[in-house]
Structure formats: C-alpha cells, structure tokens
C-alpha cells in the first residue's frame, strides 16, 4: 500500500510559477515510478512527467522546458516544479505512483491538487 498526498495548487497568474509536492508513504521502497498528470476541463487526462526509482525523468511535450519533476528521498516526496505558466496549464493536476509487487503491476493516487492560470 501506497499513500499519496498532492499540495501546492492554487492560482496564478500567466508567467508565474508554483511547485506541486507529493508525499507518499507506505510501501516506498517498492514504488518504481511516480508519475504527475493532470486532467484539464472536456479534456482527457495527460500525463505531465515521469521520475523513475533510478532518477529517469520524462516529460510530455508541453512540459518540457517549462516544468522539473524531483524527488527528495529524505521527504518521499516528489516535486513538480511549474515555470512560465500558461492559461492551458490550468487542469486538476494528481500524482500516481506504480509499484510492481511480484505479481501485478499496482496504481497509487492521490487526492489531486487544483491549478488555475488565470490574470
């Protein structure tokens, strides 16, 4: 079992900048990725960025050189760090978290954390 818990949302305007935190707890030891998606209104949801246990990073392409995911292993929590933001960045953004547990491979999620880019 994996607990996540997103903070960080809130508003801002175009151009700024927010860092969204993930807090797990539980089985970390088995977590093999953490993923951070969000899910704009009348959209589907879109992955945003992949850290993996060995530290690989991957991004969609509308968040490449805009957002950093990061981890601090001392806080098992993983960072989603927004610069530049844009109006089409707004979304519920949620953390997921796989783990693979010898049989199958298992999904985390948090709560979710709301973003709105907005002058």
């Known amino acids: 079992q994996v607990q996540l818990v997103e903070s960080g949302g809130g508003l801002v305007q175009p151009g700024g900048s927010l860092r969204l935190s993930c807090a797990a707890s539980?089985?970390?030891?088995?977590?093999?990725?953490i993923s951070w998606y969000r899910r704009a209104p009348g959209k589907q949801r879109e992955l945003v960025a992949t850290i993996t246990s060995g530290g690989l990073r991957n991004y969609a392409d509308s968040a490449k050189g805009r957002f950093t995911i990061s981890r601090d292993n001392a806080k098992n929590t993983v960072y989603l760090q927004m610069n530049n933001l844009k109006p089409e960045d707004t979304a519920f953004y949620s953390c997921?978290?796989?783990?693979?547990?010898?049989?199958?491979?298992?999904?985390?999620w948090g709560q979710g954390t709301q973003v709105t880019v907005s002058s």
């Open positions: 997921n978290a796989t783990l693979w547990n010898g049989i199958a491979w298992l999904n985390y």
């Open positions: 539980g089985s970390i030891s088995s977590i093999n990725t």
